[in-house]
Nanobody, 114 residues
Framework: VQLQASGGGLVQAGGSLRLSCAAS????????MSWYRQAPGKRRDLVAA???????DYADSVKDRSTISRDNAKNTVFLEMSSLKPEDTAVYYC?????????WGQGTQVTVSS
């Protein structure tokens, strides 16, 4: 299984972005796709997650300004964030978890300028 993330870049504070992550390979129908982020010198933290049935979960820091969604037919997960803040600056990683296995994408840099 491989995951390819895209959509990062430089955004001004208050702006918005949309990240995409496409998974390829042999993938179980039952899985959870999620986004994590890691700022320099900090641990990698969960941003949002979505199950194949559509159940979602968000970090408190983003839940009022983020939407995670997915296209099951294309094994693709999306993350839309608005009202971006400089503290949202990080490398964003997508992850797919199925049963006892998990797979990570390569990460995409998001930089929010003040």
């Amino acid at each position: 299984v491989q995951l390819q993330a895209s959509g990062g870049g430089l955004v001004q504070a208050g702006g918005s972005l949309r990240l995409s992550c496409a998974a390829s390979g042999i993938i179980s129908r039952i899985n959870v796709m999620s986004w994590y982020r890691q700022a320099p010198g900090k641990r990698r933290d969960l941003v949002a997650a979505i199950s194949n049935s559509g159940y979602t979960d968000y970090a408190d820091s983003v839940k009022d300004r983020s939407t995670i969604s997915r296209d099951n037919a294309k094994n693709t997960v999306f993350l839309e964030m608005s009202s971006l803040k400089p503290e949202d600056t990080a490398v964003y990683y997508c992850k797919l978890r199925e049963f006892n296995d998990e797979y990570w994408g390569q990460g995409t840099q998001v930089t929010v300028s003040s």
